[in-house]
T-cell receptor
Framework: QQQVKQSPQSLIVQKGGISIINCAYE??????FPWYQQFPGKGPALLIA?????SEKKEGRFTISFNKSAKQFSLHIMDSQPGDSATYFC????????????FGKGTKLTVNP | GAGVSQSPSNKVTEKGKDVELRCDPI?????LYWYRQSLGQGLEFLIY????????KSGLPSDRFSAERTGGSVSTLTIQRTQQEDSAVYLC???????????FGPGTRLLVL
């Protein structure tokens, strides 16, 4: 019930391509879905987040698509750049906030020049 | 500093020893979280502090783990009688208020030999 399943584990994309990472959840009480970006040796940093009252949120090259009925959400990175190479984590939280975030296992993205 | 700081950055210890990990949250942030990140895994919630309220300890994996937060600021995570399976990166995060964006520190890499 508390799991967030993330796929793929790793992803290799050419520069300029689209990177897509998917997450699925079971607990319908989740109402906050952030994505975090983590570079080696650093802590995760919030990239973008969505709440279930909207189906899509875009910030620059990063877009979250949210499908409430399917209990799935995804991160799309347009025009992927080598600097986007990092590990990406989806997460889910309950109660209108981010206490006790449940994280996916992460996707290691490599963008080749 | 402007961000969450953690010390030490790396810790190597022998099985059976006790360790203390420190977190300095962003000044003024009322909420503080501890997570554990094992190799190839997502972040696992450990404990959450909010103001003067009793902490949410529901994520602590065993009674060898404990944490305190003094004066509503600095927090210490203590692991007693360390085991090899405790080897992981321990991440601290803080947020301005419950449900606010969590800002992560760089983590403490713990290796138990």
């Amino acid at each position: 019930q508390q799991q967030v399943k993330q796929s793929p584990q790793s992803l290799i994309v050419q520069k300029g391509g689209i990177s897509i990472i998917n997450c699925a959840y079971e607990n319908t009480a989740f109402d906050y879905f952030p994505w975090y970006q983590q570079f080696p040796g650093k802590g995760p940093a919030l990239l973008i987040a969505i709440r279930p009252d909207v189906s899509e949120k875009k910030e620059g090259r990063f877009t979250i698509s949210f499908n409430k009925s399917a209990k799935q959400f995804s991160l799309h990175i347009m025009d992927s750049q080598p600097g986007d190479s990092a590990t990406y984590f989806c997460a889910a939280g309950v109660g209108g906030g981010s206490e006790k975030l449940v994280f996916g296992k992460g996707t290691k993205l490599t963008v080749n020049p | 500093g402007a961000g969450v700081s953690q010390s030490p950055s790396n810790k190597v210890t022998e099985k059976g020893k006790d360790v203390e990990l420190r977190c300095d949250p962003i000044s003024g942030h009322t909420a503080l979280y501890w997570y554990r990140q094992s190799l190839g895994q997502g972040l696992e919630f450990l404990i959450y502090f909010q103001g003067n309220s009793a902490p949410d300890k529901s994520g602590l994996p065993s009674d060898r783990f404990s944490a305190e937060r003094t004066g509503g600021s600095v927090s210490t995570l203590t692991i007693q009688r360390t085991q090899q399976e405790d080897s992981a990166v321990y991440l601290c995060a803080s947020s301005l208020f419950p449900g606010g964006t969590q800002y992560f520190g760089p983590g403490t890499r713990l290796l138990v030999l």
